[in-house]
């Protein structure tokens, strides 16, 4: 396997991650990591993301609202999506071993992971009235 040349730049945004707990889009990284690294590209950031995602150090979330999301805590972890603001809470992993047992039989193939989302009103949404 290439050994990964060490960058300042990516450990940054990795930095970043973890530090926050609103999965926010890499154009939100983008903002945070241009305050120590003002001449940084965008296609830097999403360049760097994805080489995380790829090695398993961050992960990248869909949510259906055409953006991806990531999160700096790859522990198992189920999440709640606001359908009105778009907020996204963790929340704590579920078993799912009987689930995917369940499932298994359904499935041309072997389950290697699951997840589980939910989604409703956060509790700001609900407090405004938003439907």
Do not use: W
């Not at 953006?67 to 972890?77: L, M, Q, R, T, V």
């Amino acid at each position: 396997m290439k050994t990964l040349k060490y960058s300042r730049q990516r450990e940054s945004i990795k930095a970043c991650l973890m530090n926050r707990r609103d999965h926010p889009t890499a154009d939100a990284i983008y903002t945070c990591i241009r305050e120590e690294f003002p001449n940084i590209s965008l296609g830097t950031v999403y360049r760097n993301l994805n080489l995380l995602v790829d090695l398993g150090e961050v992960r990248k979330l869909t949510f259906g609202d055409g953006k991806d999301h990531f999160d700096g805590d790859i522990s198992p972890h189920c999440h709640f999506i606001c359908r009105n603001c778009g907020q996204i809470q963790d929340l704590p992993p579920v078993p799912v071993e009987n689930l995917q047992a369940n499932m298994q039989p359904h499935i041309a193939g072997q389950i290697e992971r699951c997840t589980v989302d939910f989604s409703g009103l956060c509790t700001d949404c609900m407090k405004a009235g938003s439907h």
